[in-house]
């Protein structure tokens, strides 16, 4: 039996490139003889995960090595309340980077990056778009259309395939080169002239006889062009965007990495008590309200109408998202704001099974007080919040964008006016019969990421960019956009916008974890 477990121990280590020291072989040895051998490999593949992820400085296992990675496997992760539900702030993500030679995400600590700062230097801004480039290359190389034929398939199925190439192997032809597939970032180097560029290279487009695939194709935007190559120029015949995938895809090739973020050191998404939990708790739901105009006396009388409606069975959670003010500039601004605040306070205490019960989380929106328009956006000052956050100690303000974990499902919410900036800046507006929001939704989840635009358009901290990352692609994703209210699901992904709380006549969004279902409620005059 021992014998057995040794050679499957070390056969495993060797897969993955590592060498075990005799004295950690015979450690790992001792600990897994009482481990059936129906989970043994599950076990020594969790332990080799634990190992990868300490810092390494050579493929050589030490005994010391192999006793933390044990110890961190034997801790049970306790499920508790505490866990069910949690909110993470933007400067809480954390951050994985994919490295192609190992064709794994690694968290930054195991990287030679340092930790990200808000003042980012040159290296940030670089990697910035490297890193949304290898995100989105290594999810094309994995598509079926894009993998090579296997040795001796049939001749179509190899006729089907196609091959990406980089701009460095056209720039390197003298000849013409046709039907050739790139994927690169379009930028505008020069005045009205459109360019491709990709990590090894840029080359100039020619887009006179393009077609645009479905979609808002924006400068700064990632795409599979196809076209042919000529003295130094490509003429795209089409574009598309990167092949999508759920995250059950995603999942099944990265394992149990909590890309999301929370407490727990693996992905929920593998916890079956979770599961369970959310699945017989129907009557969980969360609330939805963009531009909560709090300085405005008939939008907190229908928050008063909404309170009383819903004070017999209180929500999960009310998600607030700015603008909280109508007016919001003046000096006058930050002091109306805290009496606003006050105000939602005094109406919230007067409905005790809400405020005993249900969560508020607020998300600042675009023109609220803080630091300039750049994302992610910190949360609303402390000195504005601190009297609310006493008289209701289940709020949260948090950052936008913020996500939200609730049991195995994850949630992403963006106070943004995104849908109008990405028309505005679209290369060419489409013309096909698809409306607008699902055009923009193809856009967001083909690119894996918030804000597909050029940062002069929309500014991010460099460093702090894999914040606003769409990937994995959540259960929920929550635009509060001024644009007009939508549902839409799109890769196993439900996409909502509340709308304008005021300008929409008082519509709100109301999303059922356990059926992940949404419901369109607005609220009327009595």
Not at 15 to 27: E, Q, S, T, V
Request: glycine fraction near 4%.
């Amino acid at each position: 039996m021992a014998s057995g477990v040794k050679s499957k121990v070390s056969a495993a280590f060797k897969m993955h490139g590592l060498i075990l020291r005799a004295n950690a072989a015979k450690f790992l040895v001792d600990v897994l003889e009482s481990v059936n051998e129906s989970e043994l490999e599950d076990a020594i593949e969790r332990i080799i995960d634990a190992v990868e992820k300490q810092p390494l400085s050579c493929n050589m296992i030490e005994q010391s090595m192999v006793e933390s990675a044990v110890q961190e496997c034997s801790e049970t992760y306790d499920e508790t309340i505490e866990h069910v539900f949690n909110i993470i702030g933007a400067f809480d993500v954390p951050r994985y980077i994919y490295n192609s030679e190992r064709k794994k995400f690694l968290p930054i600590s195991m990287t030679d990056q340092s930790e990200p700062c808000l003042f980012g230097t040159a290296r940030n801004k670089a990697e910035l778009f490297c890193e949304r480039y290898t995100i989105m290359q290594q999810r094309t190389h994995r598509h079926e259309l894009f993998t090579p034929p296997v040795t001796g398939s049939h001749p179509d199925e190899s006729g089907n395939k196609f091959q990406l190439k980089t701009i460095e192997s056209l720039l390197g032809n003298v000849s013409k080169l046709g039907e050739v597939i790139v994927l690169g970032m379009i930028t505008q180097l020069k005045e009205g002239k459109f360019f491709l560029e990709d990590p090894t290279g840029t080359i100039q487009l020619e887009l006179s006889k393009a077609q645009f695939h479905s979609g808002l194709y924006t400068e700064s935007c990632f795409v599979l062009a196809e076209g042919w190559y000529e003295d130094g120029v490509f003429h795209v015949n089409g574009f598309g965007f990167p092949p999508t995938e759920p995250s059950t895809v995603t999942r099944a090739y990265y394992g149990n990495i909590n890309f999301f973020g929370g407490p727990s050191p693996t992905s929920v998404k593998s916890s079956a008590k979770l599961k369970q939990l959310e699945e017989e708790n129907e009557d969980a739901m969360f609330i939805f309200i963009s531009d909560v105009w709090l300085d405005q006396v008939e939008v907190l009388e229908k928050l008063h109408m909404m309170f009383s409606g819903y004070s017999s069975m209180p929500p999960t959670c009310f998600v607030l998202c700015g603008n909280f003010s109508s007016a919001p500039y003046g000096k006058s601004q930050i002091k109306t704001l805290t009496e606003s605040l006050k105000t939602l306070a005094d109406i919230i205490c007067e409905y005790p099974n809400i405020h005993k019960n249900s969560r508020f989380v607020f998300v600042p929106g675009p023109e609220d007080p803080g630091p300039s328009s750049i994302l992610p956006r910190p949360p609303l000052a402390d000195y504005i919040t601190e009297e609310f956050s006493k008289r209701v100690p289940h709020s949260v303000f948090t950052t936008n964008p913020c996500r939200i974990q609730y049991c195995t499902q994850e949630i992403i919410i963006f106070r943004e006016d995104l849908v109008n900036k990405m028309c505005r800046n679209c290369i060419r507006f489409p013309n096909s019969n698809l409306d607008i929001p699902n055009h923009f939704l193809k856009t967001i989840i083909a690119q894996g990421h918030l804000t597909p635009l050029p940062l002069y358009v929309s500014p991010v901290y460099w460093a702090y960019d894999y914040s606003l990352r769409v990937y994995p692609v959540p259960d929920l994703l929550v635009f509060a956009d001024k644009y007009d209210p939508f549902n839409i699901v799109h890769t196993d992904c439900t996409c909502i916008n509340p709308g304008s709380f005021p300008r929409s006549s008082f519509c709100f969004k109301v999303y059922y974890p356990s059926s992940k279902t949404v419901e369109d409620s607005k609220l009327q005059n009595l």
